[in-house]
């Protein structure tokens, strides 16, 4: 389980690594073995993940980055922890973040973030959404971070979704807005499938066409540059770049086991993903640092179970979903379909689309997600 350390109150928390197991990163990374006979080769992967890219990073770990530094920041963020339980498995432990907004007619708003991200996403957008009125609840989702992971299987996306359901009510919010990206989308749209007494409204920025597949068209609609570009990206994904999904989802103890033991090995992976995801997005040392040790630290093998207990193979599609949906599709995107792709499975109400942003967008493009879901808000009403 997570490291905390208790603060002022018995469920709120603040994450505090152990000396000994920075330590022991240390000396990891101090003995961190990088390939001696690639300088030069030009067959590789195109993902910008180079052996002199990983030098520099790792150069910069050993010597500058400061994770107490990390640490003091995250936890800044107003942190909790509650227990849930969802019918047929024990007993989960819970973290998230619950940041309240000003407004004297505040909208809870629950925000899910997916892989390989972290409940950290929340950061950049979160002020942005408390100024507009939002009262933001960002979970870390059952095996990651610092949420407990399920040891029985069968733990799929509707039981994510049962999970956080579970956290809403308990802070009292019996009727909310939800917002998701990648594994966010999926479950923000089970939520709303399943409690559509509660949730009265779905935001994602993600869509895949496992759960929301092309429809039958008697005529082919006409798209647009955009739309095309989407369909040629999600093509381009499913055959180049879906690898990651069949090894996360057959292997992830097996695969999660090699990761945790290599802090080079865990960064190297979550940078081919945020470089080929995003969409040119400047990532710094320390982002891709903190984004790998948020993963690294409590052990990257129980958010992996996630890619197996949905295995994209065996998936049911979801079926219709009358609850207002609201899309914000980025050009980066590289799982994006056309709107009228995704109004065959959903009641879409609000569509925007943005030339700027990739899978990240609460990360890369905070302003232009939380303007999105600001109006949405404002389409649907309360």
Not at 147 to 164: I, V, Y
Not at 217 to 233: C, G, L, M, N, V
Not at 331 to 359: D, I, K, L, Y
Not at 363 to 369: F, G, M, T
């Amino acid at each position: 389980m997570a490291h905390f350390k208790n603060a002022k109150a018995e469920l709120v928390l603040q994450i505090d690594i152990p000396e000994p197991e920075l330590d022991l990163l240390r000396r990891k990374l101090e003995l961190a073995r990088l390939p001696t006979n690639l300088s030069s080769e030009r067959w590789a992967e195109t993902n910008g993940v180079t052996v002199k890219k990983i030098e520099e990073v790792l150069q910069f770990w050993r010597e500058s980055y400061d994770w107490r530094k990390e640490e003091a920041a995250l936890n800044a963020l107003p942190q909790y922890a509650t227990s849930v339980t969802v019918d047929g498995f024990n007993e989960l432990e819970m973290h998230f973040v619950h940041s309240l907004s000003t407004s004297i007619d505040p909208v809870p708003l629950l925000f899910i973030h997916g892989w390989p991200g972290s409940f950290a996403e929340v950061t950049k957008i979160m002020p942005l959404l408390n100024n507009a009125g939002f009262h933001v609840v960002a979970p870390s989702l059952p095996g990651y971070g610092f949420s407990q992971c399920p040891d029985e299987p069968g733990f799929t996306n509707e039981h994510d979704a049962m999970a956080l359901h579970q956290i809403m009510l308990q802070l009292g919010y019996t009727r909310y807005m939800v917002q998701g990206g990648d594994w966010g989308s999926d479950i923000a749209r089970n939520l709303g499938r399943l409690y559509h007494d509660h949730v009265f409204a779905v935001h994602i920025n993600h869509i895949n066409l496992i759960t929301m597949p092309k429809p039958h068209f008697d005529d082919e609609p006409e798209y647009t540059d955009f739309e095309k570009r989407s369909i040629a990206q999600q093509a381009r994904f499913a055959e180049d770049e879906f690898a990651y999904y069949q090894v996360q989802s057959s292997k992830p103890r097996t695969f999660g086991i090699a990761l945790h033991d290599s802090p080079v090995g865990m960064l190297a992976w979550m940078m081919d993903k945020l470089f080929t995801w995003s969409d040119n997005y400047p990532w710094s040392p320390t982002e891709l640092i903190t984004w790998t040790l948020l993963h690294y630290f409590p052990g990257p093998t129980t958010a992996l179970h996630m890619y197996r207990e949905n295995d994209a193979s065996e998936r049911k599609e979801v079926p219709y979903e009358s609850t207002p949906t609201g899309v914000s599709a980025f050009a980066g995107e590289m799982e994006m379909v056309p709107r009228s792709w995704a109004e065959g499975t959903a009641n879409v109400v609000f569509w925007r689309e943005h030339e700027q942003g990739g899978h990240f967008a609460a990360w890369e493009n905070p302003e232009a997600l939380a303007g999105d879901v600001v109006a949405f808000r404002r389409e649907v009403g309360k």
